[in-house]
């Protein structure tokens, strides 16, 4: 298995990671009553609850094209060294994105997400 493909399954294991630390937190806010009902009126997640769960969102959204470009990369035969370390970018980028996200640093926060995108790139790139 190439190291995009095993990359593939780690970023998906760090977005299960960060759902269940965002369901932990908006638990810990409004308790499980409310989360289990259906969710009328829920209140807005604050601070790092708020925050866990932006980033899970975050990284849905990047997910997907991430696993598009590693799927097609793989699937075409044009997964190399250079797709390789795209997905190296995005996998390190997107666990450092979490984690200075939930503790709340802005402007690192947005140059880290930054080099995640350079990172798809690297692997888009090679597809074109």
Do not use: C
């Amino acid at each position: 298995m190439s190291i995009d493909l095993k990359l593939l399954i780690w970023s998906a294991v760090l977005a299960l990671m960060q759902m269940a630390v965002a369901v932990i937190g908006a638990q810990m806010q409004v308790g499980l009553p409310p989360l289990a009902g259906n969710r009328e009126k829920l209140p807005d997640m604050s601070g790092w609850a708020g925050r866990a769960q932006r980033a899970h969102g975050n990284i849905l959204e990047s997910l997907v094209m991430f696993a598009i470009l590693v799927l097609v990369a793989n699937a075409t035969g044009k997964a190399n060294a250079m797709t390789a370390l795209g997905a190296e970018l995005f996998f390190w980028s997107r666990l450092a994105y979490a984690l200075i996200y939930l503790i709340g640093i802005p402007w690192v926060r947005t140059a880290v997400w930054s080099v995640s995108i350079a990172g798809l790139l690297l692997i888009f790139v090679q597809l074109i």
